[in-house]
């Protein structure tokens, strides 16, 4: 297995996605570096500080956004606005953010959002699997539960659950809000103010039975031993391995295969993608593979420009870019910048899609900048360009072999869409 052994990211990627300290789901994205700051105005009233930053929040964001009322209009979005800041002095704090939450989400475009930081959460992280919701990492204390079924949240079976989340969660698309809702389930914020919990304390039911977790703080995450670390690496599938490399291959020489997991459209400091390229093609100049596979389902965007160099050694090569040969794996986190790079397979290489519909659009809104909303220190991101890859208004990308992950697959260690492509199980 090729793996970097020089430089990993401090956090895994694996943490990311369960203890997100972004609102809302999956939003790892590079945040372009300006940053418009409201004024820091003189009075410590809360309400005063509420006001001035929502105010300052409903000019700037027409403002800033490419276009802001493609989706909802201007009407609705100042009416919505007014009643808000005309409601501050009745509302929480907590109320507050999360009607914020709950208009910006409504916006429809899901690099747009608020960016609530999580000073506490609880550790465990879900997956919505053909067969259901399920438990599929956390804190080890939860390793009873782990590949057990949700049934419920403090009373609520999973449907309603998922109708409370739904107006602070991005559906642009059904993919991102299956990806979106996963993350939800253990979001302090996403479920106070759904309402679905009304303290630190909070009632999972399992298939197998009950268990009331507590919140823990953002600084003891990093101490807690997950599930997947207690398990080993051998039970995960091999898509969920080598979780902290931004891009990692593995050449499986019984099968002939080259397996590529591409996470981030990032440079790793000191292992370039360029340098990543040149060595998985190495290996297959020296093995003509018979199958190449790029997987895309983890990878949450960047720059997009990273994969070019890789897309190039591809067109270089007749032997490997061949229908039956090249496959492309896609899901419901492929999003922003790696959609970009599925479709640059799609239309520029002779790529068979393998996976789920995108959570991203292959048109989208992207580019991330930042209002910085100082009197009540919370960030809203916008979208500042559009992307426009086809001619077509579709919702996402789709596969050209649609397939759905097992949970019975999952929790024995396979992966339903590599073995598929493998044994042309379509």
């Known amino acids: 297995m090729k793996t970097n052994k020089k430089k990993k990211i401090l956090i895994t990627v694996g943490l990311i996605t369960l203890f997100l300290l972004i609102i809302g789901g999956i939003f790892i994205n590079k945040v372009f570096n300006r940053v418009t700051n409201s004024p820091i105005i003189s009075s410590s009233d809360r309400n005063d500080k509420w006001t001035k930053d929502i105010e300052f929040l409903k000019y700037q964001l027409p403002k800033k956004h490419k276009n802001l009322f493609f989706y909802k209009s201007k009407e609705e979005f100042n009416e919505e606005m007014d009643s808000l800041l005309k409601n501050i002095s009745t509302y929480t704090d907590e109320e507050i953010k999360g009607e914020l939450v709950r208009l910006i989400v409504s916006i429809n475009d899901s690099h747009t959002r608020v960016g609530l930081v999580n000073n506490t959460i609880y550790p465990l992280k879900f997956f919505e699997f053909e067969e259901g919701i399920y438990l599929i990492d956390g804190s080890l204390e939860y390793k009873d539960y782990w590949g057990k079924k949700l049934i419920a949240i403090n009373g609520y079976e999973v449907e309603k659950v998922k109708e409370m989340l739904k107006p602070y969660i991005a559906k642009d698309n059904n993919a991102i809000f299956k990806d ?9 914020n996403l479920l106070t103010f759904s309402g679905l919990a009304d303290s630190e304390e909070i009632t999972y039911t399992f298939a197998n039975g009950d268990i009331d977790i507590k919140t823990i703080s953002n600084e003891d995450v990093k101490d807690i031993l997950l599930i997947s670390d ?52 190495d290996v297959i100049d ?141």
């Open 180 to 188: 979106e809702f996963s993350a939800a389930l253990s979001n302090f």
């Open 230 to 281: 207690y398990n080993g690496i051998d039970t995960l599938p091999l898509s969920k391995q080598n979780k902290s490399d931004m891009y990692w291959f593995k050449y499986i020489e019984d099968k002939n295969i080259v397996y590529v997991k591409y996470n981030l459209c990032m440079n790793m400091d000191e292992y370039s993608f360029k340098d990543f390229t040149k060595e998985v093609f």
């Open 286 to 426: 020296k093995n003509n593979p018979e199958k190449l596979i790029i997987d895309l389902r983890d990878n949450s965007g960047g720059n997009s420009m990273i994969f070019n160099s890789f897309l190039k050694a591809i067109k270089e090569r007749n032997d490997i870019n061949k229908e039956g040969k090249l496959y492309a794996i896609i899901g419901r986190s492929t999003f922003s910048s790696a959609i970009l790079n599925a479709m640059d397979l799609k239309n520029g290489t002779n790529t068979t899609l393998v996976g789920e519909a995108t959570g991203g659009k292959p048109n989208h809104f992207g580019e991330v900048k930042q209002i910085h909303l100082s009197n009540t220190n919370i960030d809203v991101y916008y979208s500042s360009n559009y992307f426009k890859t086809t001619s077509e208004e579709v919702d996402s990308i789709y596969p050209d072999k649609k397939l759905m992950l097992k949970a019975s697959s999952f929790f024995k260690g396979k992966d339903d869409f590599i073995e598929a492509i493998i044994n042309e199980g379509f």
